[in-house]
């Protein structure tokens, strides 16, 4: 049973667009979620978080939005640059329980110059 | 400088060996997790801890075992019952921030290769 689904194995934008990526979530009790970003043979590395208080939390050219109601969020990339391209990976965890954090399998992201 | 980590980077052993994968931190973080990378699959929890001496199973932990001694090394064994033990082995650890967020940071993993 798949608590977070990324629905898209992969992904392709142009240099310069936006790449919006997307995570659904099926577990109502998650609150707090995550975006990691991994290159080949390397660990993945924290990108970006929002927590369930907020449906928007900005950093640079990353932006991510939670929609509670259709548990879902998405990150977004603005402008997308070649050096972006990567697995990213999204993840959940209920706040204040436990450290677990629930992965999604991923989306390959390609940002052709 | 902190950090986690793994090693070796990659390891070659022969069916029916257990062996054990290093992983160490000195970010004096609290918890420690290991996951497992397989194409297609994402990244699925093996065992995570949560503070010395305490340890539980994630998702497949079947074939595996942890031990948690010290704050500093959660070491993960790939015993001879793992069916399918080759795969991209990635150890992380995290701490509490102030509501209770937690980012796990992670090692560069090893990747394992059982023939």
């Known amino acids: 049973d798949q608590q977070v689904k990324q629905n898209s194995p992969s992904l392709s934008v142009q240099e310069g667009r936006i790449s919006i990526l997307n995570c659904d979530y099926t577990?109502?009790?998650?609150?707090?979620f995550l975006w990691y970003k991994k290159y080949p043979a390397e660990g993945p590395t924290f990108l970006i978080s929002?927590?369930?208080?907020?449906d928007k939390n900005e950093d640079g050219r990353f932006t991510v939005f939670l929609n509670k109601s259709a548990k879902h969020l998405s990150l977004h990339i603005v402008p997308s640059q070649p050096g972006d391209s990567a697995v990213y990976f999204c993840?959940?965890?209920?706040?204040?329980?436990?450290?677990?954090?629930?992965f999604g399998k991923g989306t390959l992201l390609t940002v052709n110059p | 400088d902190g950090g986690i980590t793994q090693s070796p980077k990659y390891l070659f052993r022969k069916e029916g060996q257990n062996v054990t994968l290093s992983c160490e931190q000195n970010?004096?973080?609290?918890?420690m997790y290991w996951y497992r990378q397989d194409p297609g699959q994402g990244l699925r929890l093996i065992y995570y801890?949560?503070?010395?001496?305490?340890?539980q199973k994630g998702d497949i932990a079947e074939g595996y075992s942890v031990s948690r001694e010290k704050k500093e090394s959660f070491p993960l064994t790939v015993t001879s019952a793992q069916k399918n033990p080759t795969a991209f082995y990635l150890c992380?650890?995290?701490?509490?921030?102030?509501?209770?967020?937690?980012?796990?940071?992670f090692g560069q993993g090893t990747r394992l290769t059982v023939v």
């Open positions: 929002i927590s369930s208080i907020k």
């Open positions: 992380a650890s995290s701490t509490w921030k102030t509501r209770g967020e937690t980012e796990a940071f």
């Open positions: 577990n109502s009790m998650f609150d707090y």
């Open positions: 801890s949560q503070i010395v001496n305490d340890f």
């Open positions: 993840a959940a965890s209920v706040l204040g329980s436990n450290y677990k954090l629930t």
């Open positions: 970010l004096n973080h609290d918890a």
